[in-house]
Protein backbone atom coordinates (compact mmCIF):
# COMPACT_ATOMS: atom_id res chain seq x y z
CA UNK A 1 0.00 0.00 0.00
CA UNK A 2 2.54 2.25 0.96
CA UNK A 3 4.38 1.63 -2.57
CA UNK A 4 1.40 2.04 -4.35
CA UNK A 5 1.22 5.77 -2.62
CA UNK A 6 4.78 6.79 -3.68
CA UNK A 7 4.34 6.01 -6.66
CA UNK A 8 0.78 7.70 -7.34
CA UNK A 9 2.28 10.64 -5.45
CA UNK A 10 5.39 11.03 -8.06
CA UNK A 11 3.16 10.40 -10.86
CA UNK A 12 1.15 13.08 -9.73
CA UNK A 13 4.13 15.34 -8.96
CA UNK A 14 5.36 14.28 -12.67
CA UNK A 15 2.12 15.21 -13.81
CA UNK A 16 1.83 18.68 -12.19
CA UNK A 17 5.55 19.40 -13.63
CA UNK A 18 4.98 17.84 -17.43
CA UNK A 19 1.72 20.19 -17.28
CA UNK A 20 4.02 23.20 -16.40
CA UNK A 21 6.77 22.75 -18.31
CA UNK A 22 4.92 21.79 -21.42
CA UNK A 23 2.78 24.84 -21.44
CA UNK A 24 3.17 26.87 -24.02
CA UNK A 25 3.12 30.76 -23.39
CA UNK A 26 0.46 32.23 -25.43
CA UNK A 27 -0.66 36.07 -26.45
CA UNK A 28 -3.98 35.79 -26.79
CA UNK A 29 -5.61 35.45 -23.52
CA UNK A 30 -8.32 37.63 -22.06
CA UNK A 31 -5.97 40.15 -20.34
CA UNK A 32 -6.61 42.39 -17.39
CA UNK A 33 -7.12 45.75 -19.08
CA UNK A 34 -4.77 47.47 -18.06
CA UNK A 35 -2.33 44.57 -19.90
CA UNK A 36 -4.56 43.72 -22.94
CA UNK A 37 -2.53 46.10 -25.39
CA UNK A 38 0.95 44.88 -26.30
CA UNK A 39 3.78 47.70 -26.83
CA UNK A 40 5.18 47.64 -30.16
CA UNK A 41 8.15 49.76 -31.78
CA UNK A 42 8.21 50.66 -35.23
CA UNK A 43 11.03 52.20 -37.11
CA UNK A 44 10.57 56.02 -37.95
CA UNK A 45 12.47 58.43 -39.87
CA UNK A 46 16.33 58.35 -39.58
CA UNK A 47 17.11 56.76 -36.18
CA UNK A 48 13.24 57.71 -34.48
CA UNK A 49 10.93 55.12 -32.92
CA UNK A 50 6.66 55.29 -33.41
CA UNK A 51 5.74 53.59 -29.88
CA UNK A 52 2.25 51.88 -30.13
CA UNK A 53 -0.05 51.10 -26.99
CA UNK A 54 1.83 53.59 -25.02
CA UNK A 55 -0.75 53.00 -21.85
CA UNK A 56 -1.90 56.64 -19.91
CA UNK A 57 -4.16 55.84 -17.28
CA UNK A 58 -5.08 58.15 -14.38
CA UNK A 59 -5.26 56.82 -11.32
CA UNK A 60 -6.75 57.87 -7.81
CA UNK A 61 -7.02 56.24 -3.96
CA UNK A 62 -9.96 54.53 -5.20
CA UNK A 63 -8.27 52.48 -8.34
CA UNK A 64 -8.45 54.08 -11.97
CA UNK A 65 -9.68 57.36 -13.15
CA UNK A 66 -9.03 57.26 -16.29
CA UNK A 67 -8.22 54.69 -19.62
CA UNK A 68 -6.63 56.21 -22.16
CA UNK A 69 -4.07 54.39 -24.97
CA UNK A 70 -1.76 56.26 -27.20
CA UNK A 71 1.43 56.37 -29.56
CA UNK A 72 4.54 58.40 -28.77
CA UNK A 73 7.73 58.81 -31.33
CA UNK A 74 11.05 58.49 -30.06
CA UNK A 75 14.49 60.23 -31.04
CA UNK A 76 17.10 58.15 -29.01
CA UNK A 77 19.41 61.46 -30.09
CA UNK A 78 17.41 63.56 -27.17
CA UNK A 79 17.60 61.00 -24.51
CA UNK A 80 19.18 62.44 -21.15
CA UNK A 81 18.74 60.73 -18.64
CA UNK A 82 17.85 57.31 -17.21
CA UNK A 83 15.89 56.62 -13.79
CA UNK A 84 15.92 53.19 -12.21
CA UNK A 85 12.50 53.25 -9.30
CA UNK A 86 12.08 50.38 -6.42
CA UNK A 87 8.75 50.16 -4.50
CA UNK A 88 9.13 47.58 -1.59
CA UNK A 89 7.12 45.52 -0.66
CA UNK A 90 5.75 45.99 2.92
CA UNK A 91 5.35 41.95 4.16
CA UNK A 92 9.77 41.45 3.24
CA UNK A 93 12.60 43.50 2.51
CA UNK A 94 13.55 41.21 0.31
CA UNK A 95 10.85 41.75 -2.29
CA UNK A 96 10.10 44.91 -4.19
CA UNK A 97 8.60 46.26 -7.81
CA UNK A 98 10.81 47.76 -9.92
CA UNK A 99 11.09 50.05 -12.99
CA UNK A 100 13.20 52.42 -15.49
CA UNK A 101 12.53 55.76 -16.51
CA UNK A 102 14.05 57.63 -20.15
CA UNK A 103 13.83 61.04 -20.11
CA UNK A 104 14.03 63.09 -23.80
CA UNK A 105 15.04 66.32 -24.24
CA UNK A 106 14.52 67.93 -27.73
CA UNK A 107 11.61 68.71 -29.35
CA UNK A 108 8.91 66.32 -27.42
CA UNK A 109 10.36 66.64 -24.07
CA UNK A 110 8.52 63.86 -22.92
CA UNK A 111 9.49 61.18 -20.48
CA UNK A 112 8.18 57.05 -20.79
CA UNK A 113 8.76 54.17 -18.43
CA UNK A 114 8.76 50.43 -18.95
CA UNK A 115 8.10 48.08 -16.14
CA UNK A 116 8.22 44.46 -16.33
CA UNK A 117 4.95 42.67 -15.56
CA UNK A 118 3.38 39.53 -14.93
CA UNK A 119 0.53 39.57 -17.42
CA UNK A 120 -2.32 38.66 -15.98
CA UNK A 121 -5.77 37.56 -17.33
CA UNK A 122 -9.04 39.27 -16.31
CA UNK A 123 -10.00 38.13 -12.67
CA UNK A 124 -6.21 37.03 -11.72
CA UNK A 125 -4.39 37.79 -8.72
CA UNK A 126 -0.24 37.99 -8.96
CA UNK A 127 1.46 35.41 -6.93
CA UNK A 128 4.74 34.89 -6.18
CA UNK A 129 4.17 31.55 -5.77
CA UNK A 130 2.64 30.74 -8.61
CA UNK A 131 4.80 32.87 -11.08
CA UNK A 132 7.42 30.18 -9.99
CA UNK A 133 5.30 27.69 -12.43
CA UNK A 134 4.18 29.71 -15.81
CA UNK A 135 1.36 30.80 -14.42
CA UNK A 136 1.64 33.98 -15.81
CA UNK A 137 2.93 35.65 -19.21
CA UNK A 138 5.48 37.81 -19.93
CA UNK A 139 4.93 41.86 -20.94
CA UNK A 140 7.17 44.90 -21.18
CA UNK A 141 4.82 47.34 -20.27
CA UNK A 142 5.46 50.66 -21.78
CA UNK A 143 3.65 54.16 -20.17
CA UNK A 144 3.47 57.38 -19.49
CA UNK A 145 5.74 58.35 -16.15
CA UNK A 146 2.93 59.78 -14.90
CA UNK A 147 0.85 56.79 -15.31
CA UNK A 148 2.68 54.17 -13.85
CA UNK A 149 4.03 56.68 -10.37
CA UNK A 150 0.96 57.45 -9.83
CA UNK A 151 -0.50 54.02 -10.18
CA UNK A 152 1.95 52.82 -7.34
CA UNK A 153 2.34 56.12 -5.41
CA UNK A 154 -1.18 57.48 -5.48
CA UNK A 155 -3.57 54.63 -6.57
CA UNK A 156 -1.79 52.09 -4.37
CA UNK A 157 -0.28 54.50 -1.19
CA UNK A 158 2.82 52.61 -1.62
CA UNK A 159 6.74 53.96 -0.77
CA UNK A 160 8.42 54.71 -3.77
CA UNK A 161 11.93 55.35 -4.74
CA UNK A 162 13.67 57.02 -7.34
CA UNK A 163 17.25 57.19 -8.43
CA UNK A 164 19.24 58.93 -11.33
CA UNK A 165 21.29 56.39 -12.91
CA UNK A 166 24.90 57.35 -13.20
CA UNK A 167 25.00 56.30 -16.79
CA UNK A 168 25.92 58.41 -19.93
CA UNK A 169 23.49 59.86 -22.89
CA UNK A 170 24.91 57.32 -25.06
CA UNK A 171 24.72 54.14 -22.92
CA UNK A 172 21.70 55.27 -22.00
CA UNK A 173 20.27 55.02 -25.70
CA UNK A 174 21.90 51.55 -25.95
CA UNK A 175 20.19 50.36 -23.03
CA UNK A 176 16.94 51.48 -24.69
CA UNK A 177 17.79 49.95 -27.67
CA UNK A 178 17.98 46.72 -26.14
CA UNK A 179 14.67 47.28 -24.00
CA UNK A 180 13.22 48.10 -27.39
CA UNK A 181 14.33 44.76 -29.17
CA UNK A 182 12.93 42.90 -25.95
CA UNK A 183 9.84 44.17 -26.21
CA UNK A 184 9.70 43.86 -30.11
CA UNK A 185 10.51 39.99 -29.29
CA UNK A 186 7.72 39.35 -27.14
CA UNK A 187 5.40 39.81 -30.24
CA UNK A 188 6.32 37.12 -32.20
CA UNK A 189 7.23 34.89 -29.55
CA UNK A 190 5.38 34.99 -26.77
CA UNK A 191 7.31 33.94 -22.95
CA UNK A 192 6.32 33.01 -19.14
CA UNK A 193 6.94 35.50 -16.20
CA UNK A 194 8.92 33.62 -13.77
CA UNK A 195 9.28 34.78 -10.23
CA UNK A 196 13.12 33.73 -10.40
CA UNK A 197 14.38 33.90 -13.63
CA UNK A 198 12.30 36.30 -15.61
CA UNK A 199 10.89 39.11 -13.00
CA UNK A 200 10.59 42.73 -12.91
CA UNK A 201 14.27 42.97 -12.03
CA UNK A 202 16.51 40.21 -13.73
CA UNK A 203 14.74 41.18 -17.05
CA UNK A 204 16.32 44.56 -16.33
CA UNK A 205 19.10 43.52 -16.14
CA UNK A 206 18.90 41.06 -18.99
CA UNK A 207 18.62 44.30 -21.15
CA UNK A 208 21.62 46.27 -19.58
CA UNK A 209 23.93 43.31 -19.56
CA UNK A 210 22.86 43.08 -23.13
CA UNK A 211 24.19 46.38 -24.04
CA UNK A 212 26.93 45.88 -21.93
CA UNK A 213 27.86 42.38 -21.62
CA UNK A 214 28.74 41.45 -17.68
CA UNK A 215 28.13 45.25 -16.57
CA UNK A 216 25.63 43.29 -13.89
CA UNK A 217 26.71 40.14 -12.78
CA UNK A 218 24.89 37.58 -11.38
CA UNK A 219 23.77 38.40 -7.89
CA UNK A 220 20.94 37.57 -5.19
CA UNK A 221 19.13 40.79 -5.74
CA UNK A 222 18.07 39.69 -9.18
CA UNK A 223 15.78 37.30 -7.78
CA UNK A 224 15.64 38.93 -4.08
CA UNK A 225 14.63 42.31 -6.14
CA UNK A 226 14.21 44.27 -2.52
CA UNK A 227 18.04 44.87 -2.82
CA UNK A 228 18.74 45.55 -6.26
CA UNK A 229 19.06 49.57 -5.08
CA UNK A 230 21.55 48.95 -2.91
CA UNK A 231 23.50 46.76 -5.61
CA UNK A 232 23.26 49.36 -8.21
CA UNK A 233 24.69 51.58 -5.74
CA UNK A 234 27.90 49.14 -4.81
CA UNK A 235 28.58 48.91 -8.53
CA UNK A 236 28.78 52.79 -8.86
CA UNK A 237 25.74 53.35 -10.85
CA UNK A 238 23.33 54.57 -8.39
CA UNK A 239 24.31 57.93 -6.34
CA UNK A 240 28.03 58.21 -4.96
CA UNK A 241 29.24 54.89 -3.96
CA UNK A 242 31.79 56.30 -1.55
CA UNK A 243 28.14 57.49 0.16
CA UNK A 244 26.88 54.90 2.52
CA UNK A 245 23.56 53.85 0.99
CA UNK A 246 21.15 54.48 3.33
CA UNK A 247 22.60 58.01 2.94
CA UNK A 248 21.29 57.86 -0.55
CA UNK A 249 18.14 56.27 0.58
CA UNK A 250 16.65 58.62 2.17
CA UNK A 251 16.00 62.01 0.05
CA UNK A 252 15.19 59.44 -2.77
CA UNK A 253 11.77 59.02 -1.45
CA UNK A 254 10.07 60.21 -4.14
CA UNK A 255 5.99 58.86 -3.54
CA UNK A 256 5.54 62.93 -1.63
CA UNK A 257 6.60 64.31 -4.54
CA UNK A 258 4.51 62.14 -6.41
CA UNK A 259 1.30 62.80 -5.08
CA UNK A 260 1.74 66.23 -4.82
CA UNK A 261 2.22 66.30 -8.08
CA UNK A 262 -0.74 64.38 -9.40
CA UNK A 263 -2.78 67.01 -11.02
CA UNK A 264 -0.01 67.96 -13.60
CA UNK A 265 -0.53 67.03 -17.29
CA UNK A 266 1.63 64.09 -18.60
CA UNK A 267 3.92 66.28 -20.04
CA UNK A 268 4.71 68.64 -17.06
CA UNK A 269 4.75 65.40 -14.33
CA UNK A 270 7.87 64.19 -14.59
CA UNK A 271 9.31 68.05 -14.28
CA UNK A 272 7.04 69.02 -11.73
CA UNK A 273 8.15 66.33 -9.37
CA UNK A 274 11.55 66.17 -9.68
CA UNK A 275 11.53 70.13 -8.72
CA UNK A 276 9.37 69.25 -5.31
CA UNK A 277 12.52 66.45 -5.14
CA UNK A 278 15.13 69.21 -5.55
CA UNK A 279 13.53 71.36 -3.42
CA UNK A 280 13.30 69.13 -0.37
CA UNK A 281 9.30 69.72 -0.36
CA UNK A 282 7.86 65.90 -0.52
Not at 242 to 248: A, D, G
Not at 261 to 274: L, S, T
Request: proline residues 5%; contains cysteine; aromatic residues 12%.
Amino acid sequence: MIKIAIALAAALALGFLLSVFLKTPRADRDWEAGLARAPEFEPGKDASWRLDNLRAYEFSPAGVAKEDWRSATLDPADLEEVWFFIEPFPAFKGAAHTLVSFVFGGDTNQTISISVEARKEEGEVYSGFNGMFNKFELIYSWSTEKDVLTRIAVGLDHDLYAYKLNVTPDQGREILAHFIERTNALKDRPRFYNTLTSNCTNELVKSINGAFPGALPWHYSHVLTGYSAQRLHHLGFLGDEKTPFEEVKEPALASPAIAAAQDENDDDFPGAWRKLMASGKR
